[in-house]
């Protein structure tokens, strides 16, 4: 059986991959989890230097999700170049580095400073991140804000880089559409969905940071109407993600599109549950005689009435 | 090294209408576990809620000298999740991972070890009493509740040895108000003599009280902080605590799961808790 | 205690309205709900004429959630106002009418033929649906289409006009903006979320569909933000949605920002739940000493770190 | 008129490893429902599942005289709501709302009722067949399942006086097949004499079938259909069947929940289902 799956030049042993600020910086789970085993690691996203984050309290369950507001606390990529990538790269994981920029060249730099580094396979860009300006709204909502930053990093690296989607727009295929012009080797998607909960007894937010991010099985169904859109609309890998939980989930969204996908939140829940999600994914394929996972890319089949619209 | 396991109910006993006991077979969890560690546990499987809940180690079982069969949890119903805890049923099964975090550091004789505990703060001082007598520590135990039925397990730190100094708000047991009262007499009765590290764990207002009182009287203390976890292995960043090691350095944020949950109350800016 | 709230020159005589498309045409619960309790009846979703909906499967759940695509079967406006609004009508019910069309002149004769009946409240537009084209996209999913169609609907009427808005956008609140300097009495969110379930064993959508849309509990933290926002935006009154199960969920949406809110979802877990509703908001009113529930309106309490921007 | 109410569970019988019957304490819907009516019960407080589950009406309880104290469901084990209905305790309470739906229209002497069940189609058809014996109405129940020991209750219709023909697939009782082989044969045989009116309920390729043999040998028949329901009240248009009521009219789709769940098979538009 052939599990492997490859998101540009970069060949992954299998589909799956730690989303990103929901494993730490990989290193914390290596006592729990075989990293190597592991289809890749997004770790968790860098600026260029460190940043405190926002105050606690930084997360409150929902219905079947949970928000965050971490603010992106983080060691900066100097020190995870020098602290954290050499134990990632000794123990054989598949590196994915998650980062954030103010400007297009916060990005660009980094990705020199990441490009020089052994260790790095590939760059998940976060233009999903809200802290970001550019004319007044982020880079990642719009078209040319997503091309932009896409086009400036491609022009200092060869590595795979992988632009990493917000669901807040109206049409997430036209971004993802402007990422492949721009050069991108991949999209992923989706970043959290911009949202919010209120303590009524004290009517103040439950988040210190006001709004924060939904993550979980609640937004699988967005997600994966998502990633069937830009399946339709790009031609470069798509790396799903969006409540993963469990192999149904994981099929879920390689059935609609996508050649890889992460999970995030469910590491919270079950820190070790990459082996069973492999053996089951394991399992459906060869109960469907299906050889390569390749293969189940996209194989969702619609009939003539299935299409835009709904309710 | 922390393990992921579906560990059995082996009894749950409730102390009152909020609070309850629940025992755990658990060998290769307990094994190993030092007083002041957590674990993670999933009370109920599907996402209702979603996440674990973190829950210090109460007892390790059995507490002969044979090899640990489990633990016990001290759980006091505030929402969902403890909710769930406080109506288990005996065999069955809760997913726990741990043991997690750093644990106390534990001081020997001639030092004494004074424990405070406000409410369910309790839960952690079971294991550390029982490893400070080991040692032949002298130890106290200032523990504070609402009223007298909110205070367990006086029996057996009794027989562990450890002196109780108890404090009920409406007075029904011991002295009447806040525990830090007597704390704060006793430090500056006797802070020469005894020379004691402070272990406390309980409401931050507590807690902040009596980092306060230690500072002021000069004695090291080690605080047991409770922030929301939601995944006690350093993965979610969203269990920190405001730090500050020396003076030239900022307050910066640590993860209270891995550096923590003990402090150094020194190292905590407490105004920012 | 004072339970009433304005939407323009519509008292209601509490905030609680029943959502349209999940309570029939109001009169399907006559039996188990007394209709003139609840603060207004949104009906299901009606075109000018008869409309066939979708093939079943036409619902499907997930996690928290649902997801619909009905297709808005419905007897059209003509049988609605013959058989169906007498009835309301004469049971006291506060009727909204959510009307739906393919063209601007579709909205604008099913409004004047409302306009002229005896027992409608108010119109709810549902330019929220996806089947409407306007140079390809929906009239919903751009400011200049919402305000093409209220325009024209504010035009032929003097009932209050309630746009209701689509979550599947970049900027709601733009979106209501418009909607609210073409003459919209106040605007009402959220709609469902554009989203998709798939049978992983046959690979086919669950939906017969395709795509619908999410709706229930999972929803609540992003509609609450998306109330929140277009608070900040308008200030004509907002009718809140997404999710609401309990009156904690309705406190929530009051406190963000929405005069009133509608319940959807629920009620097919509830039928009559309005009762509980209602009681439980009086209990938070009295134990608040809140004498007005238009005073909660709004009173979310931010500090200054507490801006639009997350994780 | 349907109430919604807090039904407390009498008892749990398992049947075998997927079926189960469930007695509920319900007075009040109990109260006036008839045969072929339906309840939605929600198995479980909170959101997994998040709707209610359509089921009918199996015994009105007791089934003596005297006023019914609740009402009884065949549960099948395929799906998360089925699962939790299985495992209910005693004493449990489940929210039920009902009684909903059209029910069976009764035949009397001297037609005869010829009853068509496939596996947990039998639900709606005890007291069905029970009304049907008030009015001395002979009975004839048609009933398929995969093998022996997923037919049930044979006792409690022999015992109302209605005559069993059975079938199953593995010819484990009964005839071997499909039950729709021997209802084929005894509609060809009897149908002058016996005049029989057809119910119906099962897998929709069993109710199919039943439908083109009723139709073919000109005989009446009504089914008990099966859609995924929301609401079971008419508010979300989920349950649709597809039917068209006289030749001039296009097949048009109506709310099984309002309008059925029992229809006449003749209307139904069968390759559209
Ligand atoms: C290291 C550590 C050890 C702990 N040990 C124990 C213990 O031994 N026994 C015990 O009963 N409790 C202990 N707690 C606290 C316990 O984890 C929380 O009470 C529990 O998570 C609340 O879950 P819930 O679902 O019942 O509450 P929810 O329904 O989630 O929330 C109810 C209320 O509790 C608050 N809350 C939620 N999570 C926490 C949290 N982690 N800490 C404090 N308040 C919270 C919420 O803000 C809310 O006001 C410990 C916490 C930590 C971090
Ligand atoms: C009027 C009516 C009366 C019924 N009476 C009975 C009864 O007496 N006893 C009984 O065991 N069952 C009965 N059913 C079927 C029962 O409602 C479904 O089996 C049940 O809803 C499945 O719920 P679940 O959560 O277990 O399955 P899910 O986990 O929701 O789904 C499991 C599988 O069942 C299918 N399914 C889901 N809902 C339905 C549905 N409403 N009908 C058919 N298939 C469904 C799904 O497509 C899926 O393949 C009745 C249905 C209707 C409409
Ligand atoms: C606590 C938390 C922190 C996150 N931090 C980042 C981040 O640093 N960079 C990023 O691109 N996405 C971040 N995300 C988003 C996740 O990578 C992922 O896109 C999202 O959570 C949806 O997947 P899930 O439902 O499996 O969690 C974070 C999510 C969570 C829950
Ligand atoms: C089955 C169903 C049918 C719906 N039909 C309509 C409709 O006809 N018109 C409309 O404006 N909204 C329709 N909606 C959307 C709801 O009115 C509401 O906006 C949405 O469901 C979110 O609220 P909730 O989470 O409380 O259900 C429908 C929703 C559902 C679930
Ligand atoms: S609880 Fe997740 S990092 Fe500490
Ligand atoms: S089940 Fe909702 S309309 Fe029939």
Redesign the interface.
Known sequence: MDLNVDIGSLRLKNPLIAASGCFGYGVEYAEVVNLKTLGGIAVKGLFLSEREGHNPPRIVETPAGMLNAIGLQGIGVHRFVAEKLPDLYSQGATVIVNICGSTIDEYVEITRILADADGVNAIELNISCPNIKAGGITFGNSAVGTSEVVQAVRSVTKLPIIPKLTPNVTDIAGIARAAEEAGADAVSLVNTFLAMAIDVETRRPALSNGVGGLSGPAIRPIAVRMVYECSQAVTIPIIGMGGIMTARDVLEFIIAGATAVQVGTANFVNPNLWPKLLADLKEYLSRHNIERVQDLVGTLELTETQVWNSS | ??V?VDARVVSNIRLSDDYNVVCLDAPALALGAQPGQFVMI?PVT???????RPFSIFEVLPTSNSAPTGFSLLNKRVGIGTEILYSVEVDQEI?C?GPLGVPFTLVGPPQEAWIVAGGVGLAPFLTLASALQQSGTPTTLFYGGRRSADLFYLDAFTQLGVELVLATEDGSRGESGLVTAPLERALTASVVSAKPTLYACGPTPMMRTVAGLAAAHGRPCQVSLE??M??G?????????PVCNSEDEPT??VRAC?EGPVFDSQTITWN?L
Chains 1, 3 share one sequence.
């Open positions: 090294m922390p992921d999933k599907g996402f209702e809620p979603l996440l674990r997913r991972l922030p929301v939601g995944c292995m350093g993965g979610c960043y969203s269990c920190v605590v910066h944020f891995l920012r």
